[in-house]
């Protein structure tokens, strides 16, 4: 947990896309200070035409190397957050050639109550985690 969801344009190889797994990972280890081992992260491939994303009025320009995430986490702070934001950008940046204009990111906060790591049980509940 965090859970992360990468919609992207498909064609990357999967050393590419290790790569950009591994960028947005060491920006979440950084500034949401989880462990290393607490790696969540979903890719779904869209061809172009199937992943629109805009500019929301602000005259950011997009390639077919955009990056739409989503962060499925608990609540954390808003430094934290825009501390993860630039890292992501960052770390996509000098490791993946991604320029930050093609990166929008969303944040989904929920409780402790919404996680269940396997067996049947809220492992934050209970006090396994």
């Known amino acids: 947990m965090p859970v992360l969801r990468f919609d992207l344009v498909g064609g990357r190889s999967p050393e590419e896309l290790q790569v950009l797994l591994d960028a947005a990972h060491d920006a979440m280890l950084e500034a949401f200070q989880v462990t290393p081992g607490d790696r969540y992260q979903i890719v779904h491939e869209h061809p ?10 602000l005259g950011i320009p997009r390639t077919d190397k955009r990056v739409v995430l989503q962060v499925t986490t608990r609540p954390r702070s808003r430094e934290m957050k825009e501390t993860f934001y630039r890292l992501l950008c960052e770390n996509l940046q000098a490791r993946c050639g991604i320029s ?30």
């Open 100 to 129: 930050p204009t093609d990166v929008v990111v969303s944040m989904v906060s929920n409780t402790d109550d919404d996680w269940s790591f396997g067996h049947g049980r809220a492992q934050f509940l209970t006090g396994e985690l």
């Open 48 to 57: 172009a035409a199937h992943l629109v994303v805009e500019d929301t009025g």
